[in-house]
Nanobody, 123 residues
Framework: VQLQASGGGLVQAGDSLRLSCAAS????????MSWFRQAPGKEREFVAS????????YSADSAKGRFTISRDNAKYTLYLQMNNLKPEDTAVYYC?????????????????WGQGTEVTVSS
């Protein structure tokens, strides 16, 4: 499965963005999917995850109340709606799929990764 992230850009603090992650095949429908982000000079960190059915969602504290993860299995697409963006949200955002171990909050928990889409939030 190939994952293609898109939707990043340069926005101002308080703005919204919706990221998308398009998967190449129907196997997407069975995968737990997640978003991670990596700020300059920092390690990649967990943002949010969603089960294959969409019934179970986990979010990092930094995302709660502002970011919403969702998926459309008919379109093989994962989304991240980001509202009230802050300068500290500036990072490259990656989608990840197929949970292979752990709780899904670590980089090594996933088999497939998208190439990343850059989000820059100015103050």
């Amino acid at each position: 499965v190939q994952l293609q992230a898109s939707g990043g850009g340069l926005v101002q603090a308080g703005d919204s963005l919706r990221l998308s992650c398009a998967a190449s095949g129907r196997a997407f429908r069975s995968y737990t999917m997640s978003w991670f982000r990596q700020a300059p000079g920092k390690e990649r960190e967990f943002v949010a995850s969603i089960s294959w059915s969409g019934s179970t969602i986990y979010s990092a504290d930094s995302a709660k109340g502002r970011f919403t993860i969702s998926r459309d299995n008919a379109k093989y697409t994962l989304y991240l709606q980001m509202n009230n963006l802050k300068p500290e949200d500036t990072a490259v955002y990656y989608c990840a799929g197929q949970l292979v171990s752990g709780t899904g909050r670590r980089v090594n928990d996933y088999h497939y990764w998208g190439q990343g889409t850059e989000v820059t939030v100015s103050s």
